[in-house]
Every structure is written in C-alpha cells, then in structure tokens.
Nanobody, 119 residues
Framework: QVQLVESGGGSVQAGGSLKLACAAS????????MAWYRQAPGKERELVSS????????TYKDSVQGRFTISRDNAKNTLYLEMNSLKTEDTAVYSC????????????WGQGTQVTVSS
C-alpha cells in the first residue's frame, strides 16, 4: 500500500522558516521523481518544486526560487522542502507527489500539511 505522509507544517510569522518532510512507503522511492505542490484557499493547485529520482535535477516555481530548497534522502525514503524567508502568500496546504513528472503528472499523492504565514 502506497503512503505519502507529510509533516512539518505549522504557523510562522513572515520571514520565518519551516522544513516539510514527506515519508514514502509502498513503492520504490529511489526510482521515482518527486514534487511538492501547494493549494491556497480559492486557488488552483500549483507546482512548487520538483526533483528527479537521483536528486541531481531540481526545478522551482519562480516565486520561491532562492527561498525554498527541495531535497531527498533515498536511504530514508523521504522528500524534504526547506522553506526560508516565508511570505504571507506562501500560505497553503502543501502536498507531496510521487512517481511521475511535471509534464505527465504524478501517480501518488499525500494528504497535505498546512502552512500558514502571518504578517
């Protein structure tokens, strides 16, 4: 049974930091491209960042470039998103996605973790 369990969300003030984690099980994590998406209230889900299976290639949404860092630990089957200099507009539910690509879509999805940034 595939599971993606996000953790690390919470409430912070603008300028603060959070590090999200996505623990994966039920599939061969090291072979899968991964990504973080987010959805704010009343808005469509958007891609935040992606990483290839080896962790050697990453992409970022323009508005988070330089503030967020995606990484993965294939030995621990865990995906991370380190978020610094958070802004109120980063407030959203953040979900991890597994096994796929930004072009073709992803097969597995987590339930999400809430990130709230206050001014």
């Amino acid at each position: 049974q595939v599971q993606l369990v996000e953790s690390g969300g919470g409430s912070v003030q603008a300028g603060g930091s959070l590090k999200l984690a996505c623990a994966a099980s039920g599939f061969t994590f090291r072979l899968c491209g991964m990504a973080w998406y987010r959805q704010a209230p009343g808005k469509e889900r958007e891609l935040v960042s992606s990483i290839n299976s080896a962790g050697t290639t990453t992409t970022y949404k323009d508005s988070v470039q330089g503030r967020f860092t995606i990484s993965r630990d294939n030995a621990k089957n865990t995906l991370y998103l380190e978020m610094n200099s958070l802004k109120t507009e980063d407030t959203a539910v953040y979900s991890c996605a597994a096994c796929g690509s930004t072009l073709l879509g992803f097969t597995y999805w987590g339930q999400g973790t809430q990130v709230t940034v206050s001014s």
